[in-house]
């Protein structure tokens, strides 16, 4: 089983999404994170679930009735959680 390891930059789109929600729909934050985490965390078992990525050497997991999508690279023993973007967001130039 492969081990789950946040980049700097998706654990910081994690906290905001858990900030934003708590201001604007408290009663959705926890369940979403927990939703957002579980989904990353299934990649464990299954790197390969997702899409190709936008960039060559990424992945993407939809996640289903959430409007996020996880980016991350499957690399040996290691997944790699690269971003965690909105689906209505402008995409970053770059996901490194």
Wanted: glycine share 4%.
């Amino acid at each position: 089983m492969k081990r789950i390891r946040w980049s700097p930059a998706a654990a910081d789109d994690l906290e905001q999404i858990s900030v934003y929600l708590k201001r604007r729909q408290p009663s959705l934050a926890q369940t979403t994170i927990k939703r957002v985490y579980d989904a990353a965390k299934s990649l464990k078992e299954f790197s390969s679930r997702g899409r190709p990525g936008r960039e060559s050497w990424t992945r993407e997991l939809v996640i289903a009735t959430l409007p996020y999508v996880i980016v991350y690279q499957a690399d040996g023993q290691v997944v790699n959680i690269v971003r965690v973007i909105h689906t209505s967001k402008d995409w970053p130039d770059h996901l490194s």
